[in-house]
């Protein structure tokens, strides 16, 4: 058992893996991943689905099935994605059971070029959720405008959501709101509350990346002085905003009728800048009950030499407040800068959603002998 990890989550983290694929399933390596290194949760997205399905022997046999069948490209994706995915939830099953449903989740993400339209991101999650067809799964709907309205209704039907891609305080709060409206659905709908779950990824190291691509424009002193600190700033607020919302009277009610709280997610905590330490964005963001799903070399960067000092995120939020002025009179606006982080998150995943069609698409015709 690793010790640093483990002080971790003695600390209250729960630690997920952002990564899924299927030569990780069938080596066992997630199996002991969760044995080893504390790790309770699983995360995918269609960059790690692209990647998987590009790089790997493991897909061959079913692509050419798929092939034979003569399946069209899209549900192709979709028998792919949710077998890796239904593994993976076999894999976390036992960790479901004994954290009472809070772990042991699993993670997958509906077509982002559907992020701005919410009848049919509702209509995919209902698909994804029957194919998986697994209590441990969450369905990961965008945080856009549009995937607000999706969120809810999904929720009032009894399907578990990863709410992804939230970069800005005030979006935190819609979704949240949007949690509750679900669950209060749901009830309405005469469902059981415990066995709905939800989580909020809040995306740290690329507010970092944007504010401090700004930064350097500007070229001060003052200006280098507050490199490398908007995204922890950011996300100690987004807490802040958790633990006044998850206290109010509406929840409580929420919470009396069975409900568990939808946690923050630090999703996005690779270290981008070579120049500053490689686990930051787990050390600074350590408190009790929250998620932080990394990429393997930040979970082994952790295990290695990461250390935990406290709760790092309780009493810091006037430091933050302060943090984000600052940069205000530098000229950094922050509504700008979590909306452009939002439409290029979309874009982005976008654009790996694409890769992920063509390399199956490849692999249907023939073009990938693998």
């Known amino acids: 058992m690793n010790d640093r990890l483990a ?8 630690v997920w893996i952002d990564d899924v694929s299927r030569g990780r399933l069938s080596t066992g390596n997630l199996a002991e991943l969760v044995a080893d290194k504390q790790v309770v949760g699983v995360t995918s997205n269609p960059t790690i689905f692209a990647k998987a399905v590009g790089n790997a022997d493991d897909y061959a046999e079913q692509n050419r099935d798929l092939a034979a069948r003569g399946v069209d490209l899209e549900e192709a994706v979709r028998a792919i994605t949710t077998y890796d995915i239904r593994w993976a939830c076999d894999v976390l099953r036992p960790v479901y059971d004994r954290t009472d449903g809070v772990d042991g989740r699993v993670s997958l993400e509906v077509d982002p070029r559907l992020a701005k339209d919410t009848l049919k991101t509702v209509a995919e999650a209902r698909a994804l959720w029957w194919l998986v067809d697994r209590p441990n799964l969450f369905i990961k709907i965008p945080a856009t405008r549009e995937g607000i309205s999706a969120i809810t ?4 039907e009894g399907i578990s959501v990863n ?3 939230i970069f800005a305080l005030q979006r935190y709060r819609e979704v949240m709101d949007a949690y509750m409206a679900g669950l209060e659905k749901a009830k309405e709908n005469g469902l059981d ?20 691509k700004r930064l350097d424009k500007i070229g001060t002193e003052e200006a280098k002085s507050l490199k490398g600190k908007a995204a922890i ?3 100690r607020l987004a807490f802040e905003a958790y633990e006044e919302v998850f206290s109010s009277d509406r929840w409580k009610a929420l919470a009396a009728a ?10 996005s ?3 981008k800048d070579p120049k500053m330490p490689d686990t930051i964005y787990v050390t600074e963001l350590v408190t009790d009950g929250v998620v932080n799903t990394m990429p393997e070399a930040t979970l082994e960067a952790f295990g290695d030499h990461g250390e935990v000092q406290g709760d790092s995120v309780r009493g810091r939020y006037d430091e933050a407040r302060k943090l984000i002025a600052d940069l205000e009179k530098l000229g950094i606006g922050y509504d ?9 998150g979309v874009e982005k995943f976008e654009a790996s959603w694409k890769e992920l069609l063509d390399t199956v698409r490849a692999a249907l015709e023939g073009g990938n002998k693998k």
């Open 7 to 14: 002080a971790l989550s003695d600390a209250g983290v729960a």
């Open 153 to 156: 209704s999904a929720l009032a």
């Open 163 to 165: 709410v992804t891609l």
């Open 193 to 212: 509350l415990s066995r709905i779950g939800s989580v909020a990824s809040f995306f740290v190291s690329r507010v970092d990346t944007e504010y401090d």
């Open 233 to 235: 700033a950011n996300a």
């Open 258 to 267: 069975g409900a568990k709280p939808q946690r923050p997610l630090w999703a």
């Open 269 to 271: 905590t690779s270290t």
């Open 336 to 344: 700008e800068v979590v909306e452009q982080l939002e439409v290029e």
